[in-house]
């Protein structure tokens, strides 16, 4: 049996609010303290790709006097956070305020899998907004000069509640969305991803995202396009129908552990990781793993309490749930991603003709709406490339259960035959 895919890696996306962190005194604890806590964070969740919000601005020269932050601040990260976690992994994209804000976001990558190429675009309005190009490191980059880009922006909107509120968040993300059509005729790989403080799914500023007058710049959310949940959906006057993707606030009360950031527990969804076509669609090189989105910390058990609070939250070790209570008042999401698809290649489960019942328990369930005229031929493989199933279906079959037994993951699916060619991403439970 051959593999069906060369060479199949995944990445790891993760976008925090990080609550001013490097303010110049600080609000919350010492720096170095703080770099403790993303540390043990970074640690936990091992990401690749790293979107740091809302945090304090770094001056981008000297004399400028709008961040509160050290100069240099982004190499301490680095050195003391970051690298300190998986040493010599991570390297910082170039950072920028021309909105000369308070607060500045930043993009790190892991630089043994990715490289920075350039800032693609950029929109000022309040806070930046930019949208950085990565490309993939390919085992054979040097000999073919070709590889994948992942585009990734980094988003930070107004807060508040009130109509002037919301108002200034959609002319943010118009701003944004219109100075990507000055470089994109339609989306690329692109995750958008960060605080967008929306507090239900119908706010102009969402549905500019979800639902743009032009559908070459959709984004998608990935809960929603799951089914998980489904529009319109409000988030904050419903907390409870949302409660395990939640991310304002990791602590109930506004003193404790300092004065910093908003309370009231979980009761909100701000933070978002919204997804291309070409991404959910695994189009153009790569794609979402499906149900790899999550707020990382949150155990669905947290509506109006903190992170730390009882019941005992297991969805992460205790160090790190009490890290992120500390940390911020946000929980970080995360999101992960496979990247070596055939390039070109969808899952056309509608125009094919095939659905794949996904998750996967114990067994890969096919259904073929077309019945097949031909034989057609199953396999599976691991994102390293060893197939785990590989199995002829004779012709005419309609409903097809095949047993699947493997470790719990993400797995790569292809069904084969005269005509026919279906990849799909599934996951096993």
């Not at 419903?238 to 395990?244: E, G």
């Not at 009231?264 to 979402?288: L, R």
Request: glycine letters at 8%.
């Amino acid at each position: 049996m051959t593999n069906v895919i060369a060479q199949v890696d995944t990445l790891r996306a993760m976008a925090y609010n990080v609550l001013y962190y490097g303010d110049t005194p600080p609000c919350q604890a010492p720096h170095s303290t703080l770099h403790g806590y993303l540390r043990t964070i970074v640690g936990y969740a091992n990401p690749d790709v790293i979107g740091l919000e809302k945090l304090a601005a770094i001056p981008a020269y000297p004399g400028d006097n709008s961040g509160t932050a050290p100069a240099g601040f982004g190499d301490s990260i680095l050195r003391f956070a970051l690298n300190a976690a998986y040493p010599s992994r991570y390297a910082a994209c170039p950072f920028t305020n021309a909105s000369g804000a308070d607060n500045i976001s930043m993009l790190f990558y892991d630089q043994s899998k990715l490289g920075f190429s350039s800032i693609i675009s950029s929109y000022a309005n309040i806070t930046d907004f930019n949208t950085y190009k990565l490309y993939y490191k390919a085992a054979d980059l040097a000999s073919t000069h070709d590889t994948v880009f992942l585009y990734v922006t980094l988003n930070h909107t107004n807060s508040g509640s009130g109509t002037s509120d919301a108002s200034i968040r959609q002319d943010q993300i118009d701003g944004y969305m219109a100075q990507l059509a000055t470089h994109f005729t339609t989306l690329p790989n692109m995750i958008n991803m960060g605080d967008f403080n929306t507090h239900n799914s119908s706010e102009d500023c969402y549905q500019d995202l979800v639902a743009p007058t032009n559908a070459a710049f959709r984004f998608y959310d990935p809960p929603f396009y799951e089914g998980i949940f489904t529009y319109p959906a409000d988030w904050d006057n419903n907390p409870s129908s949302y409660a395990a993707y939640l991310t304002t606030s990791t602590r109930l009360s506004g003193s404790v552990p300092n004065s910093c950031g908003t309370s009231g527990g979980a009761k909100s969804w701000y933070d978002h990781m919204f997804m291309s076509a070409p991404i959910i669609n695994g189009t153009a090189g790569i794609a979402y793993v499906p149900h790899s989105y999550r707020s990382i910390g949150n155990d669905g058990d947290r509506v109006g309490i903190s992170v730390n609070d009882a019941p005992t939250n297991t969805a992460a070790p205790d160090s790190v749930i009490e890290a992120e209570f500390q940390f911020s008042n946000k929980y970080p999401i995360f999101a992960r991603l496979v990247v070596g698809l055939p390039v070109g290649v969808t899952d056309v489960s509608n125009e094919s003709g095939i659905h794949v019942e996904n998750p996967v328990a114990n067994n890969l369930n096919l259904h073929f709406n077309k019945v097949a005229t031909t034989p057609l031929v199953i396999t599976c493989t691991d994102m390293a490339g060893k197939t785990l199933l590989h199995q002829l279906i004779p012709a005419g079959a309609d409903n097809v259960q095949v047993p699947f037994i493997a470790p719990k993951g993400a797995y790569l699916l292809q069904v084969t035959g005269q005509q026919v060619n279906y990849h799909s991403i599934i996951t096993k439970l």
